[in-house]
Structure formats: C-alpha cells, structure tokens
C-alpha cells in the first residue's frame, strides 16, 4: 500500500515541478546581467541588466537595421536603431544616435552583433546583441 501512496506523490511532485519549468520558460524570467559603471557589458534582445537596484536596462527590440550589407556598394553605412527599457520608460537608441540619458545616467551603443550580415541572410531579432556602457553624468 505504502507503494502505491508513493507513487502518486512522486507522480504529482513531478507535474508541479514541470509546470514550474514551463511557467519559467514561458514568462522568460532570467538573471539580469551585472551592470558596472563604466564597465562594457553585452544584451541579447529580451535580455536585461541591472546596476545595483538604480538601472534595470532590457532591450526589447531591434526598430530596424538599413546597415549595408556586405555583399552590397552602399554610398551610406546606414543605421541599426534598437528599443531600450530603462526603468520603465521607453527609449531608442542606434549607431547614429548612440547614447541616451536617464535619472543621472548616459547608456551609451557600444557595439552591434552580428556586425556584418549577407543582404540575402538578413538577421533575425533573436540573433542580435549589443553592448553598452553606463557612466553617470
């Protein structure tokens, strides 16, 4: 008897475990990256990062990317503009408007990855990253 009882708790424990996990998976919830002062760090797109409880930076999405693409003669490099969330409030940032500033702070584009692409195989949101620094005013 005692048998079957534990095979239904370990039945049941299993169940809440794996419905904690896809609850986990699905809302995204993940460590935020450390930020320092004047320390590089990088984001993916969904990702955010936290200056010890004063900034939580996520970067939401890629706008757009006209970047030149490799493969292509451009006569202008072109930009990549990217939407941040700083505390809440919504920002865009890019290769030519590279810093923005908030509550004391300038979060300056320090990089875009991929940094080259094929205008045949353009990159999709997932696969950017971009790195930032902060240093305050």
Same mark, same amino acid.
């Given at each position: 008897h005692h048998t079957k009882?534990? %095979?239904?708790?370990?039945t049941a424990s299993l169940r809440a475990i794996g419905t904690i996990l896809l609850l986990f998976i699905l809302t995204g919830c993940r460590a935020h990256v450390r930020i320092r002062v004047k320390q590089g760090f990088e984001l993916q797109q969904g990702e955010s990062g936290e200056l010890k409880d004063r900034l939580v930076i996520? %970067?939401?999405e890629v706008i757009s990317d006209n970047r030149c693409p490799a493969d292509v003669n451009c006569i202008q490099a072109g930009d990549a503009v990217f939407r941040l969330r700083v505390n809440g409030v919504f920002y865009r940032i890019g290769t030519d408007t590279a810093s923005i500033t908030h509550e004391g702070y300038v979060i300056e584009l320090k990089d875009v990855l991929p940094s080259t692409f094929v205008s045949t195989d353009r990159p999709e949101q997932k696969e950017y990253r971009i790195s930032l620094e902060v240093r305050e005013l």
């Amino acid at each position: 008897h005692h048998t079957k009882k534990h %095979f239904i708790d370990v039945t049941a424990s299993l169940r809440a475990i794996g419905t904690i996990l896809l609850l986990f998976i699905l809302t995204g919830c993940r460590a935020h990256v450390r930020i320092r002062v004047k320390q590089g760090f990088e984001l993916q797109q969904g990702e955010s990062g936290e200056l010890k409880d004063r900034l939580v930076i996520y %970067f939401r999405e890629v706008i757009s990317d006209n970047r030149c693409p490799a493969d292509v003669n451009c006569i202008q490099a072109g930009d990549a503009v990217f939407r941040l969330r700083v505390n809440g409030v919504f920002y865009r940032i890019g290769t030519d408007t590279a810093s923005i500033t908030h509550e004391g702070y300038v979060i300056e584009l320090k990089d875009v990855l991929p940094s080259t692409f094929v205008s045949t195989d353009r990159p999709e949101q997932k696969e950017y990253r971009i790195s930032l620094e902060v240093r305050e005013l």
